[in-house]
């Protein structure tokens, strides 16, 4: 069973958004929720995944309207994105716990679901939650709750919601500094003791923190101490009932414990595909769970060919799992573990709740194709590359026996090139939004791109890089990289070094014409031969694929321009752009600035603006902008660090 442990704290308020709907119930109780930006042939393949194509259900359109104005007590809007695909499946049950079963969904695992829903006040339910294409999942949480309140005719208790909203912001705040399986298994093992043993002192709960930390051999920081004692406290006082959670805590905790140890058993790539197709591997979790999913459940009677072949499934119960990716076929290898080893190279987790950067860049019928292949691509693409060069060299030469001698020297020409080629695998592109990030969003106004090398070789090629916009595909910027005014070519920094974990390397910077507008999104391409070795013996590979480099912006942003420049220098005055404007900010100001090293002919703005900014002195600063709405809270800070030759 795939455990993806992503915790994606945006999610989590999702599902907790209390949406007040008439209780028109069908067939059962059971209400399905559709994105409002899918395709009709997208939805309709969703029905088919759902096994309720063509029967009479309730059916509610959740729109990324929907997703802000239950959201937004919970998070900044720029958090939220722009549009909504995935879909959830609710049925109501009398017993079971919760069940949960997602498919293409990057950011929410079934786990995270069932946890959240069992802290809102969810009893007995199976969920299901897909997209047609990879996403975050933020449209299936959000509209998890509005079915469940719809198809029980209530609302759940508002404290209780708050609650598991503060939950899964200590569980990520955690994650941040001892891991996700850690993180998620000491919340969820102190929580259900507090709840068991109706702990309400707080010497009480640092005790069982302290125990369950010592158990798990992890140590909390100070900071997360306090975070897990405030939210165990905030627990104690909602007087849970522990008989009515214990199936589902149980069921939790017996699949973080078996993804813990999938983790310490994986000792090469090929692990995790091998031990998710091991029968055997997931026995001791089912074992320990009181009660395993009921054959009649939504979950049992998902058709999973309706969403293509390379769908991400994950589970709560491995019995919810497609038999289909047992079988240790080379593609299905590939499927299954492109998710595992892009969750194992997650160690921080952003706030991102966005559920368009899976689609964002295509129209809505290419995205289902593009995107479902897209992580196995970006995952696997070094093992991949060289597999099929190697199988269509060996296929040929088996087939193709008459081929003549000039042939055979053209393909180990094109092998030799293939060999000498800078491929993606040797590049670290920043920004970026991606699963490995968990989608994070960054403040529009960037101006500059990066391209991180593990080599010291690098230099300017004969191609290009060029920024597209995803929402129609239209260029808004192509660099010349051999342009030496828009690209600097330089060693990497040791800090820089440091960070990547590298022991060397070179950096591209790229500076852009315009700063990137508010609340968009983009994708980056590198036409072949880009960037070059020193000696003109390796070209770097060309990037097309939409989601290997893209990026999303918030509503909100700040950028120096520097295109003309080729970067910050002593004594260089450059304009520097406030954006804020169709926000709920009505006031920004430019904050804790050193006048050593830089001076703003403007610090205050009422709207979207300009002002200059003159860079006193060589090194690096750091200051904030930082944005208010008209009752002087703070929406949104940037924090902007600056180095000046």
Request: aromatic fraction near 6%; hydrophobic fraction near 35%.
């Amino acid at each position: 069973m795939k455990k993806k442990i992503i915790a994606a704290v945006m999610s989590a308020a999702c599902i907790l958004a209390s949406v007040p709907v008439s209780p028109v119930l069908a067939d059962g109780q059971k209400v399905v929720t559709l994105g409002a930006d899918l395709s009709e042939e997208q939805k309709q393949a969703i029905l088919r995944y759902f096994g309720v194509e063509g029967q009479n259900l309730q059916t509610l359109t959740i729109t990324n309207q929907d997703e802000r104005e239950h959201l937004g007590s919970y998070v900044p809007l720029e958090q939220i994105g722009t549009r909504t695909y995935s879909c959830a499946y609710v049925s109501p049950t009398n017993s079971g716990g919760i069940q949960v079963k997602t498919a293409n969904l990057s950011w929410v695992t079934s786990n995270m679901i069932a946890a959240t829903l069992s802290t809102s006040g969810v009893v007995n339910c199976d969920v299901l939650a897909a997209s047609p294409f990879e996403v975050s999942g933020t449209g299936a949480l959000t509209g998890i709750l509005m079915a469940y309140e719809s198809a029980v005719g209530t609302t759940l208790d508002e404290a209780k919601k708050e609650v598991a909203t503060q939950e899964l912001i200590t569980t990520t705040t955690i994650a941040n500094n001892i891991g996700p399986v850690e993180a998620t298994e000491i919340v969820n093992e102190t929580k259900t003791q507090v709840i068991e043993g109706n702990v309400v002192s707080d010497n009480d709960i640092d005790v069982i923190i302290n125990e369950v930390a010592a158990q798990e051999k992890v140590t909390l920081s100070e900071e997360d101490h306090a975070l897990l004692s405030d939210l165990m406290q905030q627990i104690a006082q909602q007087q849970y009932d522990y008989d009515e959670m214990k199936e589902t805590l149980d069921r939790i905790e017996a699949n973080m414990e078996e993804q813990k140890q999938q983790q310490t058993e994986t000792t090469s790539s090929e692990t995790p595909a091998q031990t998710e197709a091991t029968p055997t591997d997931s026995a001791p979790a089912e074992t320990e769970t009181p009660e395993t999913v009921d054959p009649d459940s939504i979950l049992m009677n998902t058709d999973d060919s309706a969403l293509g072949d390379s769908v991400i499934i994950d589970a709560t119960d491995d019995a919810a799992m497609p038999e289909t990716e047992a079988p240790a076929q080379s593609e299905s290898a590939e499927q299954t573990e492109a998710p595992v080893q892009s969750e194992n190279a997650e160690t921080e987790f952003d706030i991102s709740i966005s559920d368009s950067y899976g689609a964002e860049g295509t129209s809505e019928t290419d995205a289902s194709s593009e995107q479902t292949e897209a992580p196995a691509e970006q995952t696997e693409a070094p093992a991949q590359s060289e597999s099929a060069e190697q199988t269509e060299a060996s296929a040929q030469s088996e087939t193709q026996q008459t081929e003549t001698a000039p042939e055979s020297e053209t393909a180990q020409e094109e092998t030799a090139a293939a060999e000498t080629a800078i491929t993606t695998a040797e590049m670290v592109f920043s920004p970026v939004t991606s699963n490995t990030n968990n989608f994070t969003v960054y403040p529009a106004g960037i101006d500059e791109l990066t391209v991180y090398f593990q080599r010291t070789d690098i230099a300017a090629g004969t191609g290009t890089v060029s920024v597209v916009n995803s929402a129609d595909n239209s260029t808004v910027d192509t660099i010349t990289v051999s342009d030496t005014a828009r690209t600097v070519i330089e060693p990497m920094t040791e800090e820089e070094l440091l960070e990547k974990g590298w022991s060397e390397g070179t950096k591209a910077t790229l500076y852009l014409a315009a700063p990137l507008a508010q609340n968009s999104a983009y994708y980056v391409t590198l036409s072949q031969d880009a960037f070059a070795s020193a000696d003109g013996t390796a070209h770097s590979e060309e990037v097309s694929d939409p989601s290997i480099w893209s990026i999303q912006t918030s509503e909100f942003g700040f950028g120096l321009d520097k295109s003309k420049t080729g970067g910050l220098t002593a004594g260089s005055t450059v304009s520097a752009q406030i954006m804020m404007d169709g926000t709920a900010a009505t006031y920004a100001a430019i904050e804790n600035v050193d006048p050593a090293m830089v001076t703003f002919d403007q610090g205050e703005f009422t709207a979207s603006g300009t002002c200059n900014a003159t860079f006193n002195a060589s090194g690096t600063t750091t200051f904030q902008v930082s944005f208010y709405d008209e009752a002087g809270t703070q929406l949104y800070t940037i924090d902007y660090t600056a180095n000046v030759k």
